[in-house]
């Protein structure tokens, strides 16, 4: 962990965002009295994604596939309900 004050961090942001890159969490100081902390934020996973993951685990019923109650649909517009 690096305790930095502000005007080391301005001075040299580019430097101190590499290690933050790198996995390291920067204590930002103001008159070295703690005030943020700037760490590195969890990467979504790449590549595609599998397909059928869930597959035979369960099963959608009919009723999915029939149309909605008017009330609804209405509510999705912002209409009140009769």
């Not at 009295?33 to 009919?62: N, S």
């Amino acid at each position: 962990m690096i305790r930095l004050n502000i005007h080391e961090a301005k001075t040299h942001l580019s430097k101190h965002l590499r290690r933050v890159k790198k996995g390291e969490t920067i204590i930002l100081c103001e008159r070295n009295v703690p005030i943020a902390e700037i760490r590195p934020i969890a990467q979504p996973p790449r590549g595609k994604r599998p397909i059928g993951l869930y597959k035979g685990q369960f099963t959608v019923p009919p009723s999915f596939f029939e149309p909605l109650p008017d009330w609804l649909l209405d509510a999705f517009e912002g209409k009140e309900s009769k």
